[in-house]
């Protein structure tokens, strides 16, 4: 579930002059400016791309990545998200009922994914606060939340300690952290290796003639325009980091927590999520089809069982791609 870039024929094409199409230029930007105007872009889009809903399938998704730090049973009056995107953790947590009776509030960078995020909110009868804010210097005061949360965002951040050092900021004193979503380095290595050999089989699988039309066309060949274009190869720019265990342990620290233990999943199951999702992405749309998305989550779970149950029993846990991290604020800070 981590925001990765797939490989698609978009992502090998270059504009004539991007100037011309998008002034101001883009890629003369801060990369802080990037992230927002990336993610302002993509917000309409971005729960269809990552196949995020706010049904059974989610929503055990994010209790499962939850309950790996937090027990049942933990209440909390209000809780925060931090980076939260269209709202995909926080909301798939008040459905699963982990956060029953908070008051919930969420920010990020980018107003276009706020938007969104209340709008599923509001969709699944769910109040949420936003605010827009930059996560390395949150918008919020010291000691106000009892749960601080984030999924899959700290990889895109240039100062990811400076993040987790104000999550800690505005947690009270015995409040909780949980980072989830977020590569791990070794992990990510080997994921990349999967997706660029799914990649280029496709891609001469589907140089076969008549096989051609299998592909997904290009932005423009969709209706889309010039700008989009050079928004789109902005996905290969905002994942700045990797992480090893040890690393973001250091960082929780470092920023005064305690009760610090990096947990990480997903082998086998990351191998064969990457090559769907990479397909997903070169594949002509509706190819697929519900029986073919329902195939690949099924096993997918297969795979996620083995891993938690049997490979994390020897295999070290940087081999592992998803890493989780639970903590907790000591009361004398």
């Not at 709202?87 to 008040?94: D, E, P, S, T």
Request: proline letters at 5%; hydrophobic letters at 40%.
């Amino acid at each position: 579930m981590s925001a990765e870039p797939v490989l698609t024929d978009d992502a090998h094409e270059q504009p004539s002059t991007l100037a011309e199409v998008l002034p101001p230029d883009v890629w003369s930007l801060a990369i802080k400016e990037q992230q927002r105007v990336y993610h302002d872009w993509e917000s309409q889009t971005y729960d269809e791309k990552f196949s995020i809903s706010y049904d059974e399938r989610c929503i055990d998704y994010a209790r499962d990545r939850f309950r790996k730090g937090i027990p049942e049973g933990a209440g909390f009056g209000h809780v925060l998200e931090v980076g939260a995107g269209t709202g995909f953790f926080l909301i798939n947590l008040a459905l699963a009922g982990c956060i029953d009776g908070a008051e919930l509030h969420a920010t990020d960078l980018s107003d276009g994914m706020l938007e969104v995020c209340r709008r599923n909110g509001a969709e699944h009868g769910i109040t949420i606060a936003t605010r827009q804010g930059d996560a390395e210097s949150l918008p919020y005061a010291d000691a106000s939340f009892d749960l601080v949360i984030g999924h899959a965002f700290i990889h895109h951040l240039p100062v990811p300690g400076a993040a987790i050092a104000e999550m800690a900021r505005v947690l009270k004193p015995g409040g909780t952290l949980v980072i989830a979503g977020e590569p791990t380095e070794l992990g990510d290595k080997a994921s990349w290796v999967v997706k660029n050999a799914t990649w280029k089989t496709f891609r001469a699988v589907t140089a076969v003639p008549g096989l051609t039309g299998l592909r997904k066309p290009s932005i423009t060949e969709s209706g889309g325009t010039a700008t989009d274009e050079v928004l789109a190869r902005l996905e290969h720019v905002v994942d700045l980091h990797t992480f090893r265990p040890k690393d973001v342990e250091k960082m929780a620290r470092l920023a005064g927590l305690t009760e610090v233990e990096v947990v990480t999943e997903e082998l086998t199951a990351n191998w064969v999520g990457w090559a769907v999702r990479t397909i997903e992405g070169a594949v002509r749309p509706g190819l697929l089809g519900p029986r073919g998305a329902y195939s690949a989550f099924v096993t997918y779970l297969a795979l996620h069982r083995f891993d938690d149950e049997v490979l994390a029993r020897f295999v070290p846990r940087e081999l592992f791609y998803n890493l989780i991290l639970p903590a907790r604020k000591p009361y004398d800070r």
